[in-house]
Structures are given as C-alpha cells and as structure tokens.
C-alpha cells in the first residue's frame, strides 16, 4: 500500500508498504467501494450497527442503464461482500435514486425508483449482513399504478422492516404524496400501490418522513395547493391511517415559496421541521418549527428562524442534539460570492442557541456547498460537505465536528477527508457510533468516470486506526518535568485484529533545535532500549501548502494488551514558572509487527508543574573578612539545596531569597526581602550593623523555577557572629 503518516490531521511523511486492509490515514488514498467499468453515482449509507456500514449506490457498468449495487465494510474499512459490490437489483431498464436504512439486523432495506416497465415505479429489496439478497430477485413492487412514482425514502417501521414514501403522479395533473409499509419478510401490510397521505390540488413533492416512534411516520414535503410553495406534513400510523387533517397540517404558508424541508424526530413522538425560505424576497433565509404527535405547531405560526442574516442561506439538513431539539447546518453566502457552510442549534422550545447567525463551520476560500451530517453521540454533529478550495474543477470531501456549544472541535475550516486530484462530491455520512463518522462519496480521481470511494473520520479528526490521546496532564505532586499521557487504542489494537504490538511516544522538538547533531536518526524499527537522541523527522503537508520538517524525541514504548487504554509518563523540558507556560507536543504511535506500517496520533500538548518545595537551607552568618571584623557589613552563607522535601533530586536552578528584620520574631515576606541570588553566600551592608544596641536577624529560602519556596532556614542574628568566634 502506500500509505501516509499522520499528524494533527496533515498528510506527512510518504512510506511503501503492502496493500491496505483498513481504513487508510492518508486523505489521499481512502478505500476503493466500487470501481467497475462506467459510473457509480450518488451513494448512500446507513450504519451496519456494528461500527461499519452499508452503501448502495447507482452503478452503470451494464451501460444499458443504470442499475442498483450495494457494499458493506465493517468497522475496519474491509469490504465484507463481493468486490465492486452486489446487485441489488440489475434488471432491464434503469433504477436510480436509491435510498437506504437499516433493517435492525446488520443488513439494509434499499428502495429506488425503476422505470423496467416504462415509466417510473418504486422497488424496494432487503440484503442481510452476508450481502445476501433476501427479497425477489431484482426487488418487490412498491407501487406499480399508472404514470410515475418518483423520489423514495424510507424509515424504519421499527419492526425489522419500512415505510416508505414518494412523489407520485397516477392521476395524471400534478404529483400527490403517498407511503406504504412493506415488512421484513417482503409483504406489504398497507392498500395495494400505497395509502394517500396529500391528494389535494397542487403539486405536493419531494417527501422527507421520519418514525414517529410508534411504528408510523411523520411525512413532510412541498406544496403549492394555494399558491406558491409552502410546507406541510402529515402523519401515518402503523396501519397506514392518516393521524392529522385531511391532506396534512401546514407547517408554513408565509408568502412566496419555502422548500427543500428536513426533518427529525423531537423524541415526543412528534418532529422539528426545517427548511430554506424566500418569505423576506430579497433572498433566501432558514426557518424551523416543531409539530407534536398530534400535528399542532409548537412554535411560532410560520416557523422561527434559524438563520435570516444578509445573502442568502439554503439546503438546510438536521440531526436531533439528543434533547429535544435539533442541530442545523446550511450553506451560506453571507461572505459575499462563494458558499460557505454554518450551524445553529435550536433547543426543544425553538430558540437558537449559538451566535444569531450561526456557528461558522468552514468559511474559508471556494465554494463549500449541500453539508450532511450526523449526531455524534455527545449533543454534537459531524458535518461533511464538497470543498471547492482548491478550484472548481478539483473539489475535495471535508468534514468538521461541532460541539452541543457550537465549538468547532477539528482543523480550523475542517479537515480533508479525501482531497486526490480531480473531483470528489456529494459526500454522504454515518455515524461510526464512536463520535467520528463514515463518509461515502462520488470520486473522479481515475480522470475517466465517477467512483465510490469512503473514507472513516474519527471522533478526533484524524483518519484510520490511529490511537487517541485523551489527555496530556501535569503529574501531581512530583518535583515536575513530567506529564502523564493518556491515550485510547488504535482499533487494531483488539483480538479480533491483532494488528498492533506496541505503542511509541516521542516529543517535539522546540522550533529551531538541532537534534540530529546529537542523536542518530530513527531507522523504523523500535529499540528494546530506549536512549536519549533517538530522533525522527515529520514532514507535514497539506494540499497547496509548503512542506514543514519537525523533529520529534523517542521517549519511550508501551507494549499493546488489547487494553481499551494506556498511559505513559513522559518527560518535559522543564516546568511552567513565573515566566510563563511552556507546553509540550506529543505523538503516540501504533506499531504493527511491520516496521514500515504504523500510525500516528493527532499531536496534543501539555505542561508540568513542580508542585514540590525544595528542602530548607541552614544558614551561617560570620564577618566580611574572615578573623577580622569590618564594621557595618556582614557575610551570610547557606548549604545548597539538591533536594524537595520529599528528597527526590529538585530537577531545575535554586535560587535563593534572604529576609532580615530587627525584630526577632519576624515573618519572611515581600516588606522585609533583602535580596534574592543563585550564589550561596551574600555580602551585606548597613549601618546597623555593629551597633552593639540594635541586632539585625535573618532566614534565607530556597525556591525553585517552579515558583515553589522552602521553608525558612534556621534563624540567626548578626550578634551570633562573635558567638561563632569573630573578632
């Protein structure tokens, strides 16, 4: 394989290697879904329930017409079924549109939309987790009335099998909305060809539906019944008997038009519904609303909005925060010209949460268009999009995580996902149920025809089976220049892959230190003993930028357990003072029986503290001169401190303060310091001394670079200096 090493989310150092069995790190390689002759468009995916995924996409290797093809890859980016993929369904004719979930059972229900009779019907088939075909071949009819039957989507009906709904056209003026629900087994429970949920004047299209936990589903969708295009829903419980009014609830019928609507459940049985809005004429803007079980607006009449700053916002997409409300990401132009993507979050009362117009989560140059997202499991989102940075012609797959706080968690404007050299869109995502997604995608890198290629993001951002620093912190009360890393495993590190030995830290080098004059250079194999200067260079790279050399320490090894997680204390330079914080950067790495194969953690930083105070002095007074008096100055000496007080070696220079008062009884302090020095002795003059009726008495301590004082030393007086013998 070819393969790059990876650090804080950059492409680094280029390594050959055998072919790749798991997810790669390098955004430039990713794993191959589909790569047969002709085209694969438009892919979709849904998890497998087990940290992988299943994807089904439009495929036209038959050239005849499109057909539907599927593939799953488990947790470890190793596709689990036919190469290229397994047909669900290649017959006559052309299937496109298709649309997928779960069936509860490590498989998918797939539906599309299928034109082998003429005009469009819909078609639906199940694949358990084997990828073995468990319907009809080439599917069971959904609808196969009259004229065309457009657009499928699905839920689940929480029994193993869906419902699902389209776009349709049987009457010949205009297109209604319809579902029906077809079981695990293949029959379908409600009226042959599907129940009606709107058959009013109009055009009703483009349905969007979600489970209203009941074994039913809320429907919304595009209406222009009085003009214009507005919203409405609909709910249709297990039997497929319309729940709300006849031909649905309006969900906004403010003036001009609103469109593309998506939805998610409220956890209530009921739904948040958002959408794109002209209402304001002057361009298009994002509104939500929330409808209860009984399909009655809980917000204000017409929606709230989301987002009605200047320019214009569209494509809005949803996912639950996992409280009652919801997380919405949109594609924005409100930095003049090209598109931009933001956020808000919008609790379960319907007020925004984040700044008024949104959380920014890529605004940098190019157009970055239609994101997807997914909760990641902590009140956040994983949100992916086609990043156009880079020009028109060359879009790339980029991702970020937010925060329930609206906190972008990942490379500032997001990190590349896949970014080989022509184009990569329409990306589509998973959770991966980990905090981190899967990412599946259109790929034009062959330069010939479009691809399926995907690609794992963990919940920190980095790719592949790298492992995860949790946190890097000071080691308590020690005598400092220490931290304690901890780190999550590589999921290679389990017994179902036994892929990875051992664990290597190394520190970063400070900007500008020559390690390569004082150590030798790290040849990929790990020593059984570690010696100071065993060094590596990384070179870190992103598309369009310059290469970067940085120079990282071998500090040590951990040998691999299968342990979820892992710690090492590692050294530091030195310890945070008074003159500020020094951090330090580290990389954990995962090493395989193969020198040459490893992976590297997103760098993190920490600092020490030397919460330790060093050991008292004793301290001696005696004269200037010794044997001789010398009026008005005296010498005080002291005994070095090497040690804290708990007699471990004190790691940084010792300097020291000295305090002096007339009275004997004094409290060391800022009003009575006399001096502070890293000699151990100290001349000092004043009048005072050598006046038989006044006596001058002083301590000295010991502090550290940590900040951290001694206690006092013993106390002495300048009389005590003729006690010592003085002259």
């Known amino acids: 394989m070819i393969r790059k090493i990876l650090f804080a989310g950059i492409i680094v150092l280029l390594i050959t290697s055998p072919a790749v069995a798991w997810w790669p790190d390098n955004p430039w390689v990713n794993v191959a879904i589909c790569t047969a002759s002709g085209s694969q468009y438009l892919p979709q995916l849904v998890s497998d329930g087990a940290g992988g995924a299943i994807i089904a996409w439009e495929d036209y290797r038959a050239i005849s017409g499109f057909d539907v093809y599927a593939q799953r890859v488990n947790s470890n980016g190793v596709a689990q079924w036919t190469i290229d993929g397994v047909p669900a369904c290649s017959t006559s004719g052309g299937q496109e549109y298709p649309q997928l979930i779960s069936d509860g059972s490590g498989g998918a229900i797939i539906a599309w939309q299928d034109d082998r009779g003429g005009d469009n019907d819909i078609y639906a088939q199940r694949i358990d987790s084997d990828g073995t075909i468990q319907w009809v071949t080439n599917g069971e009819y959904i609808c196969l009335i009259t004229e065309d039957q457009n657009y499928p989507q699905l839920v689940s009906d929480g029994s193993g099998g869906a419902i699902i709904t389209w776009m349709d056209f049987r009457d010949g003026s205009d297109y209604d909305i319809y579902a029906q629900r077809i079981s695990s087994d293949s029959y379908v429970r409600w009226t042959e060809n599907g129940v009606p949920a709107c058959t009013t004047s109009g055009l009703q299209g483009f349905p969007q539906l979600v489970s209203d936990g009941s074994g039913g589903a809320i429907i919304v969708?595009?209406?222009?019944?009085i003009g214009g295009v507005d919203i409405y829903a609909q709910r249709i419980d297990s039997s497929g008997v319309a729940q709300w009014a006849t031909n649905g609830v309006p969900v906004c019928t403010a003036t001009v038009w609103q469109s593309r609507p998506r939805l998610v459940s409220d956890g209530s049985g009921g739904a948040i519904i958002t959408w794109e809005d002209y209402r304001n004429a002057s361009d298009l803007d994002i509104y939500a609303q929330r409808v209860n079980s009984n399909g009655v607006a809980q917000w204000t009449i017409d929606g709230v909005p989301v987002c009605t700053t200047a320019a214009w916002q569209g494509c809005p997409r949803l996912v639950s925060d996992e409280g009652g409300g919801a997380i919405i990401a949109w594609m924005d132009s409100c930095s003049g010209g090209d598109y931009n993507i933001y956020a808000q979050s919008i609790d379960r009362h319907g007020v925004v949460q984040w700044a008024s117009e949104g959380a920014p989560i890529c605004t940098t140059s190019g157009k970055q268009w239609i994101p997807k997202l997914v909760p990641d499991g902590s009140g956040g989102a994983v949100i992916s999009w086609p990043d156009g940075r880079y020009g028109a012609d060359d879009y790339d797959v980029y991702a970020q995580r937010v925060d329930g706080d609206g906190n972008a968690l990942w490379m500032t404007n997001g990190r590349p996902v896949s970014e080989p050299y022509q184009n990569q869109q329409y990306p589509q995502l998973t959770?991966?149920?980990?905090?981190g997604a899967i990412v599946a995608w259109e790929d034009e890198r062959d330069g010939s025809d479009a691809d399926i290629f995907a690609q794992r993001v963990n919940r920190d951002g980095t790719l592949g089976p790298v492992p995860y620093i949790l946190s890097i912190v000071d080691v308590p009360g020690d005598q400092g220049r220490q931290v304690s890393i901890l780190w999550e495993r590589s999921f290679l590190d389990a017994?179902?892959?036994?892929?990875i030995t051992e664990y290597s830290i190394w520190r970063k080098y400070p900007?500008?230190?020559?390690?390569?004059?004082?150590?030798?250079?790290?040849?990929?194999?790990?020593?059984?003993?570690?010696?100071?200067?065993?060094?590596r260079r990384i070179?870190?790279?992103?598309?369009?930028?310059?290469?970067k050399t940085d120079y990282w320490e071998l500090l040590g090894t951990v040998e691999a357990h299968f342990w979820e997680g892992y710690a090492y204390i590692a050294a530091t330079l030195n310890d945070s003072s008074a003159g500020g914080v020094p951090y330090f950067t580290y990389v954990v790495s995962a090493h395989t029986d193969d020198p040459h194969v490893f992976w590297d953690s997103r760098a993190d930083s920490g600092y020490s503290v030397d919460d330790i105070d060093p050991a008292a002095t004793e301290l001696t007074v005696r004269p200037l001169v010794?044997?001789?008096s010398s009026v008005g100055t005296i010498r005080l000496s002291w005994a070095e401190v090497v040690e804290g007080v708990n007699g471990r070696p004190e790691p940084d220079p010792v300097s020291y303060r000295i305090y002096y008062d007339a009275d004997p009884k004094f409290s060391p302090g800022q009003d009575n310091l006399l001096a502070e020095t890293h000699e151990l002795d100290y001349a000092h003059t004043d009048g005072r001394i050598g006046n038989p009726e006044v006596n001058l008495y002083y301590v000295v301590t010991a502090v550290d670079a940590g900040g951290n004082e001694s206690a006092a030393s013993n106390r002495v007086g300048e009389y005590d200096r003729f006690l010592a013998g003085a002259k």
């Open 221 to 225: 969708w595009e209406d222009s019944r």
């Open 431 to 435: 959770a991966d149920g980990l905090g």
């Open 495 to 499: 017994p179902q892959y036994d892929m």
């Open 511 to 535: 900007q500008g230190s020559k390690i390569e004059e004082i150590g030798r250079e790290w040849d990929g194999r790990l020593p059984e003993k570690i010696v100071p200067g065993i060094y």
């Open 539 to 547: 070179e870190t790279k992103s598309k369009g930028q310059e290469t």
């Open 626 to 628: 010794e044997g001789k």
